[in-house]
T-cell receptor, first 114, second 116 residues
Framework: GAVVSQHPSRVICKSGTSVKIECRSLDFQATTMFWYRQFPKQSLMLMATSNEGSKATYEQGVEKDKFLINHASLTLSTLTVTSAHPEDSSFYIC??????????FGQGTRLTVV | GENVEQHPSTLSVQEGDSAVIKCTYSDSASNYFPWYKQELGKRPQLIIDIRSNVGEKKDQRIAVTLNKTAKHFSLHITETQPEDSAVYFCAASFLNYGGATNKLIFGTGTLLAVQP
């Protein structure tokens, strides 16, 4: 299967600061990246879809100015949580779109805002 | 909008018994239905999937059935073992003409506990 690397795996930050999460597809090129968020004991919810070289498409209820997505290359996409608050504490997972049927996921990033 | 409902939210079975989890989806254009097992703090792992042109698929102790007319699909685990304990998610997606999956709409999850 495809190799997807997501960093950091865990991060604790102070309220009001920004956090950047990186997602790399190591052995294939991903023109599209999906970003999901999962609150404790809840399902994975799609936040946004990004395409390399263009602006991301955000799902309803997701603030585009708060969750900045950059997809500058076919192997790297980043999600920046700006001015993080405790309610942003969650598990963030990237999923690059490959060429096959199976979806691949990064390891996930556990964000805790204190 | 797109929606996937999943039941039950929790399921407790005795080791060796069968477990069944059911999902319904709203988007009739969905044509790909994967099932994931997720352990705490880990990424989802694909355990089985089915395309809309197939009614049933089996892989050892795991099987999935799909009723496209009714827009529901089910996961069946037979001879359950304690290591099957985890959260299971169904999902619905749309495969493009190249066969690549699009965004996944996940169900709400089922916490399966297999009692030894």
């Amino acid at each position: 299967g495809a190799v997807v690397s997501q960093h950091p795996s865990r991060v604790i930050c102070k309220s009001g600061t920004s956090v950047k999460i990186e997602c790399r597809s190591l052995d294939f090129q991903a023109t599209t990246m999906f970003w999901y968020r999962q609150f404790p004991k809840q399902s994975l919810m799609l936040m946004a879809t990004s395409n390399e070289g263009s602006k991301a498409t955000y799902e309803q209820g997701v603030e585009k100015d708060k969750f900045l997505i950059n997809h500058a290359s076919l192997t790297l996409s980043t999600l920046t949580v700006t001015s993080a608050h405790p309610e942003d504490s969650s598990f963030y997972i990237c999923s690059p779109l490959g060429t096959g049927t199976e979806a691949f996921f990064g390891q996930g990033t556990r964000l805790t805002v204190v | 909008g797109e929606n996937v409902e999943q039941h039950p939210s929790t399921l407790s079975v005795q080791e060796g018994d069968s477990a069944v989890i059911k999902c319904t989806y709203s988007d009739s254009a969905s044509n790909y239905f994967p099932w994931y097992k997720q352990e705490l703090g880990k990424r989802p792992q694909l355990i089985i999937d089915i395309r809309s042109n197939v009614g049933e698929k089996k892989d050892q102790r795991i099987a999935v059935t799909l009723n496209k007319t009714a827009k529901h699909f089910s996961l069946h685990i037979t001879e359950t073992q304690p290591e099957d304990s985890a959260v299971y998610f169904c999902a619905a997606s749309f495969l493009n003409y190249g066969g690549a999956t699009n965004k996944l709409i996940f169900g709400t999850g089922t916490l399966l506990a297999v009692q030894p």
